[in-house]
């Protein structure tokens, strides 16, 4: 995974905790398969990490571009051949 200037870029730093994840999924659903976003956080985003492995199997890539101490930036795939329906719930349907 490479980064580009085209690709979507959300700076959870900047966004109130409660609001970040639901910003992430919001992108990610809008992601076409094939492209990728980058989230740049203050912390490490594991948690992230698993909600996505847990909820979206095989749908999207993970991979850390920057890891600490005080920036992590990581840039996440939409998968080609995900599986599942095309609005990113997560279902077979």
């Not at 094939?34 to 909600?51: A, E, F, N, V, W």
């Not at 600490?68 to 990113?88: K, N, S, T």
Request: with cysteine; aromatic share 8%; charged share 25%.
């Amino acid at each position: 995974m490479s980064e580009t200037l085209d690709k979507p870029l959300i700076d959870v730093r900047t966004i109130p905790p409660r609001e970040r994840h639901p910003r992430i999924f919001g992108m990610l659903g809008a992601l076409m398969p094939g492209k990728s976003m980058l989230i740049t956080s203050d912390h490490d985003p594991r948690p992230l990490h698993y909600q996505l492995e847990t909820n979206f199997p095989g749908q999207f890539g993970w991979d850390y571009l920057e890891q600490g101490p005080e920036v992590w930036r990581v840039e996440i795939d939409r998968l080609e051949d995900g599986g599942g329906c095309d609005c990113c719930c997560g279902s077979e349907h």
